[in-house]
């Protein structure tokens, strides 16, 4: 792993739906973010995850825990395919 | 077709594209119906669809329903073909303005009543339906409450905050002026809504059972993500104009229309005379002519697309008299012109008169 700081945070939510709306109110609330297909090794839902920088995870708790839309799980990319599942 | 990628079921850019026509024109309905929460807006192919999942994903054997004997087919065949499973029925009788009274509608629900379905306006005389009123008695009895808004969706405000509906249906291609074969159905949280069809939703893929949140749930296979890119665009156009101005032109277009057709000799008018009391929908009749006739004349000569006949709500004919012949229907939209109404009337004076 060698990196302790991961660059990426990785955001899964229910459904399409739900990551749709986690997009807007993210990008309401001027957290930067990025709409990206799931990692296979993440789940097997063949949708949409939303990727943050894990310094925006405070901001995006707090936009996302406004509109009742937390994500079902939460994982930092630890090194090529390799996450780790933290808590939001 | 760019734009037809399967949303949920991939990352990639059309997929994407489809998401975000699907998931705007969802944002976009809850913002038309004054609903926070979008994910209550489940598409479905047409109003027919929505009001049998509506119907079917509510009602269980033992339970009693409360209808108006001027609904459309879509809510009383599914409801007759419930009555088959065990649900009973009661159907109020509405006046021959085609208006149902509210006290009747409160007196005829029963301890088993588990829903009260009505339409918002009929198809065939426009007549609106106190469904305030109604809505309240059925809330206060813990009554579930559907309501088929075909005919107002887009046409005449409804605002959900403040209107306490459990379920409302309504197409995309009447007043919301979106394309064929969409609609939607509007559940408000917390009412216990069994699937009408369940399937792929592109979530939970790992598991074999149906989705219990919303708006997946209810919304299984490929969606009409091209159908709902029409519709996106429709309601955008819909929310810069405002329903309220639409509603207060198409009354004064109604307005028009029932002066001037009342004068002509030989027209009789079905449903209120008031356009306050009516949606943008007017039925008539030439007095010795056959609708269909009517309806070919008016085409024919002077260019104008009328229905004629029963409208698919034959119980609204029954109440209006109008049975077994139907009648000609005229339905002024947002872009009708005071010009096109005036050219109407004048039609129908010379097709009255023999002219």
Known sequence: MGDSSPREMILIFRGTHQVMSAEKRLKGGGVPMRLIPVPRRLTSDCGLAIRINPEERERAREVLAAAKLLPVSAHLLRGEGVYEEVKF | ?355
């Not at chain 2, 955008?236 to 104009?241: G, T, V």
Request: glycine residues 10%; aromatic residues 4%; positive net charge.
């Open chain 2, 1 to 355: 077709m760019r734009r037809a990628g399967n949303p949920g079921r991939s990352g990639h850019a059309l997929s994407l594209r489809s998401a975000r026509d699907i998931f705007a024109a969802r944002e976009r309905l809850a913002e038309v119906f004054g609903v926070p929460d979008s994910s209550r807006f489940v598409f479905a192919g047409n109003a027919t669809v929505a009001l049998n999942q509506a119907i079917k994903g509510i009602l269980r054997p033992g339970d009693h329903v409360v209808t108006t004997s001027v609904e459309h087919n879509s809510v009383m065949r599914p409801l007759r073909r419930m009555e088959g499973a065990g649900v009973s029925i009661s159907v109020v009788q509405a006046g021959r303005d085609g208006i149902v009274d509210a006290k009747a509608v409160s007196a005829a629900m029963r301890k088993e009543t588990r829903l009260v379905a009505l339409v918002h306006a009929s198809n065939v005389s426009g007549s609106l339906q106190p469904v305030g009123e109604i809505l309240r008695a059925a809330r206060r009895r813990g009554v579930f409450t559907l309501v088929d808004a075909a005919q107002t969706a887009g046409s005449v405000p409804i605002d959900l905050s403040t209107l306490r509906v459990d379920l409302l249906a309504a197409s995309g291609h009447k007043g919301l002026l979106g394309p064929q074969g969409t609609g939607f159905l509007y559940v408000r949280k917390g009412v216990p809504l069994v699937p009408l069809i369940e399937g792929g939703t592109g979530s939970r893929s790992e598991n074999d059972r149906q989705p219990d949140f919303y708006p997946d749930a209810l919304e299984s296979g490929t969606q009409n993500s091209v159908g709902m890119a029409g519709l996106s665009v429709s309601l955008a156009w819909l929310l810069r104009m405002g329903v309220e101005k639409i509603r207060r032109k198409e009354m004064e277009i109604m307005g028009v229309l029932l002066d001037g057709m009342a004068k002509i000799p030989r027209v009789t008018l079905f449903g209120p005379r008031d356009p306050a009391r009516s949606a943008s929908v007017l039925s008539f009749l030439v007095e010795g002519m056959d609708p269909a006739e009517t309806g070919l004349r008016l085409e024919r000569r002077f260019g104008i697309m009328v229905r004629a006949g029963l409208h698919c709500s034959p119980n609204s004919h029954r109440t209006l008299g109008t049975f077994p012949e139907g009648t000609v229907r005229i339905s002024p939209g947002p872009f009708t012109t005071m010009k096109q109404v005036a050219l109407f009337l004048s039609a129908l004076r010379k097709i009255s008169s023999g002219a």
